[in-house]
């Protein structure tokens, strides 16, 4: 008998018949022995009807108390349909707002981070042989205040879940097979993984790989939770996402990832004198414009070129802080371009093999694309490029790395 | 600075832009210098809508205690629009769900009985200038559990939140001007009472006048607090349902009420002994058949007959369970009839005043029309006669009771 916890989003409970696709699910869990507790996020639709009318009612930025109060009924909403649809089959089951579950917040509504969940309520649940269905996204501040944890925020309900139970597994639901090595709706070869390390799941779900929440990768890493990324619409295996040392079969590169929602801002002939990056980036940091990739040139006339990029969205604004923001640091000239797509690759093969960098760069230059930046980390190396090239790079990369590189598995150091 | 205690419903809240009404109106009120807590309903369709999806997925009886995680949810969508709403004209403003403000009840999931109120919540918010929004028809049990008062307990939450606050009124919006002295849409001449006591209010809501929630009524009587029924689509006054005391001009009959929803039964020939009615009217009790009617009378022969009313939709149930019943009371027979409707005339001044019964038994017998029952109360003869005369007879005691004889109000005893 093992402690399951399921996380179904807003698309596996989008109608009365998937719910109760959903609730024959937990039963069919339930009845080969397993403890359950259900996390469900909003219909899908509801969130965005709640959001249409805050917006109605509430102008451009509604107060987040009231808007979190109102989101927070989408949840509140499935939790009560699927216990009933639970019990219809038979077995009992007993639904959990956030109060109720004693998830305790701060108080930041709208990204509230999870302070502490009070587990002995669901647990006196699973131990009397019922389901808990508990509401994902949703918190209670120190003074009952409802709070919500963000878009995506269910992801890591689930696992904040999964932790505080000391689960065996967190199986999060989703309308895709599993996590995979690069997006198929570009490279048909693609293939999904069968095991991928916490660490791999970081890197390829804050580049673009938007399977899982990455808040909520980094609990289930900090409480050696193992994840299980699955399909909700078939019985198989997806994706298991586990520490390092339970990775079996260990990839050098196991994702070809990609951003095209970013842009490049480059600040010329900055005076090189220490504070200079703080002076830069702390308008940016004000403003809440989320910096990604940052890349500093020494010149040879003692001034240095820092480029970085931020979010498309954020890009005019970005623009304008900086050329306001020139002359404090003496800044020769300041450039953007929208024009760019970030690709990279993650492994955590290429730890121990010199040689990825090299070959990476190679396989673009074979393709005639020129790299405008480079960062690297332990497990992940990313180029910026021409937007246009953003695809035939993907692919090069997916060939060379993945449909080739799969045969020839590195050995474990 | 009165403190004042407003209650919207379902049809007020309907859409954004009747929310936005309501808010002008909330602010307008808290301009004029007053303390504004503020109770209102799920926007209406909204909880014909989630009872739906109930029945889809718990089938016809859904789970009670999920079944009123899902309905609350209604409620809990419109205090957070109404207060953003009412925060967009400028006025601070600040949701309550039923856990929030404490709203403590029993465990009756659907008819919640209220056990206590913290008001200090909802008073720190008054007592910063801020503007309380809470839900109505919601409260939490002493665990935590969501549960709800049953249809139309919007009013009960409100009157209960007045009482708590000490409020100086309740004022009920509506979709009709007052409380009127008989239907409308019967009787033209039907007019709007400026001032009507908790009593006659009592036995007209009872007896079909559907403006106030009978439990709303009993709550503002034991508490003296009045209740101010009004329209919401104007400013005119409304009723003011207050202490007798209070109310100025005593009418003979305030109102002449009738319902054609009940249904007869009687059984003849019962062993008049003690314990017999216990035995007829146990098994309706069990079974959740509210008996509105009862009248006894004692035949020659030693032997009595019962005649009672149910709610038509009971009938069947009603009268099967009466022919299983009736050898336990040695009955010769029982009998049935559904084509009946009941009659009634309410006031105050009847009190003081003998001849009102001679005088309503008249009226109907000069229309024809053939009394099968009569009850009497201290404020209330009701009578039951056949369906058809229905129509025919409230509007012959409207003309002799109120239209005739509100030019002659009896004299204070």
Redesign the interface.
């Known amino acids: 008998m093992a402690l399951i916890v399921q996380k179904y989003g807003g698309t596996s409970v989008g109608d009365?018949e998937r719910?109760?696709n959903v609730a024959r699910r937990v039963v069919a869990t339930r009845q080969a022995g397993h403890q359950v507790a259900v996390i469900v996020s909003a219909m899908s639709g509801e969130t965005n009807a709640?959001v249409a009318?805050?917006r109605?009612?509430?102008?451009e930025e509604?107060?987040p108390?009231?808007?979190d109060?109102?989101v927070?009924?989408g949840e509140?909403?499935t939790?009560?349909?699927?216990?009933?649809?639970i019990?219809?089959l038979g077995q009992d089951a007993?639904?959990f707002?956030g109060?109720?579950m004693g998830m305790v917040t701060d108080q930041a509504h709208g990204r509230a981070r999870i302070h502490s969940i009070d587990a002995a309520l669901i647990r006196s649940v699973l131990d009397a042989g019922g389901v808990a269905v508990i509401a994902g996204f949703q918190g209670v501040d120190e003074h009952?205040?409802?709070t919500t944890l963000g878009r995506g925020g269910s992801d890591t309900s689930a696992v904040a879940v999964a932790c505080a139970l000391e689960a065996d597994v967190c199986e999060i639901y989703t309308d895709v097979d599993g996590v995979f090595t690069t997006d198929p709706n570009l490279v048909p070869a693609a293939r999904k993984l069968d095991r991928v390390s916490y660490e791999e799941m970081l890197e390829m779900a804050s580049l673009g790989a938007k399977v899982l929440q990455i808040r909520s990768v980094k609990f289930a890493m900090r409480y050696g939770i193992p994840i299980h990324v699955r399909s909700s619409f078939h019985e198989g295996e997806g994706t298991w996402v586990v520490r390092e040392e339970d990775v079996m079969e260990r990839l050098v590169v196991s994702g070809v990832t990609y951003n095209r929602n970013e842009a490049k801002i480059r600040v010329l002939g900055v005076k090189d004198a220490p504070g200079i990056a703080a002076t830069l980036f702390g308008p940016l940091s004000e403003s809440g414009i989320i910096v990604d990739m940052i890349v500093q040139n020494l010149s040879q006339d003692g001034t240095t070129d820092m480029t970085f990029t931020v979010p498309r969205d954020d890009y005019p604004r970005a623009l304008a802080l900086m050329e306001a923001n020139a002359n404090a640091v003496g800044a020769a000239r300041v450039e953007g371009d929208q024009d760019i797509a970030k690709v990279s690759v993650v492994g955590l093969g290429m730890k121990d093999h010199a040689g990825v960098a090299a070959r990476m760069f190679q396989v673009l230059a074979d393709d005639g694309i020129n790299i405008q930046l480079i960062t690297t980390s332990e497990i992940k190396i990313s180029v910026v490029i021409q937007e246009k090239y953003a695809e035939l790079a993907v692919r090069a990369l997916h060939r060379a790395f993945v449909e080739q590189g799969a045969a020839e598995p590195v050995a474990e150091s």
């Not at 109605?56 to 102008?59: D, I, K, V």
């Not at 939790?79 to 649809?85: D, E």
């Open positions: 009365g719910i109760r709640l009318l805050a109605e009612l509430g102008g509604p107060n108390r009231e808007f109060v109102l927070s009924t509140q909403k939790i009560a349909l699927l216990a009933m649809a019990q219809q007993r639904s707002t109060a109720q009952g205040n409802i």
